[in-house]
């Protein structure tokens, strides 16, 4: 039997919620379900879930067409024609139904509750030091120098510009599209990202699945993706923040950057905290000191 989420009811969110109102929708049921929160049993499946809704409401391509299931599914409720779900897309694209190291043999998939985020693309490449590596994500192969090979593996995340394809062929990493042109456009013609040829690649330590990220900067959902230059990359989002779980496998803590960063947000956090501690205990004995000044000065 099909079953059906409402994305909307999920994220506590109105059918016509802005991007930044999802986002912050979001942020909030992550913090609470986040599996180092929430002691839940089902904190996995509801982290899943919430990231599911998120990124399916954020891209507004995605959003149109749940929005039309959605509008199927309620007409169904109040009896109209049966719900369909999509089709999935994993026989087409076989890099997309690879199995991780650990899995077990004799499927060709891993279950539904193993694989989170099935409209993505998956690849187990070998990552050997000071080697290239090839990482085919069926609609681009990424062919990575060593020293980026290296540096994804260590780090389990790699930024970076592809380089312009042979033949005046493009690709845009924002929206998948591809074009061909004899001069290299500002802006891709489709989705009109400025930042189309930058790529993030990410890796998760647990199952080894490479996939990537369209999501590169803070504006999410939106059409305005911002001036492009690379000179303004320090805003790019942090991969915890788009994928608080490896979307294959489901665990946390799947990036060895992504812990070092936060760690040292939190410590950063907790320095500043004691030296607010520090002063306020500062500020209350110096008053303290005062009133007995004062007190043994009225005595005198």
């Not at 085919?136 to 990424?142: A, C, I």
Request: with cysteine.
């Amino acid at each position: 039997m099909n079953t059906f989420t409402d994305y909307y009811a999920l994220l506590e969110v109105p059918v016509d919620a802005e991007p930044s109102v999802i986002k912050a929708a979001f942020k909030k049921l992550a913090l609470q379900y986040h599996p180092d929160v929430y002691a839940g049993s089902d904190a996995n499946e509801r982290m899943s879930q919430l990231l599911q809704a998120y990124q399916t409401l954020s891209d507004p391509l995605e959003r149109k067409q749940y929005d039309a299931r959605r509008s199927e599914h309620l007409l169904d409720e109040r009896g109209g024609r049966g719900y369909q779900a999509p089709p999935s897309n994993a026989a087409a694209h076989p890099a997309a139904t690879v199995r991780p190291r650990g899995g077990k043999a004799g499927s060709g998939d891993v279950t539904p509750g193993a694989r989170r985020d099935r409209q993505r693309h998956y690849a187990f490449p070998t990552l050997t030091s000071g080697k290239p590596a090839r990482i085919n994500l069926v609609d681009f192969d990424y062919t990575l120098a060593p020293a980026d090979a290296g540096r994804l593996a260590l780090d389990g995340m790699l930024r970076g510009v592809a380089p312009k394809a042979s033949q005046g062929q493009y690709f845009c990493h924002r929206c998948h599209h591809r074009w061909q042109g004899q001069k290299q456009p500002r802006y891709c013609p489709n989705c009109h990202a400025l930042d189309w040829p930058e790529f993030l690649l990410l890796r998760c330590v647990h199952c080894n699945a490479v996939f990537e990220s369209e999501q590169i900067r803070y504006e999410i959902g939106s059409y305005s993706y911002g001036s492009g230059r690379r000179d303004e990359l320090g805003g790019l989002c942090p991969p915890y923040e788009l994928f608080p779980l490896c979307p294959y496998c489901g665990r946390a803590r799947w990036s060895p950057a992504e812990d070092q960063r936060v760690a040292e947000l939190r410590h950063k956090a907790n320095q500043k905290a004691l030296l607010m501690r520090t002063l306020w205990i500062g500020v209350c004995l110096l008053l303290v000191l005062l009133v007995a000044l004062v007190a043994l000065g009225g005595h005198l």
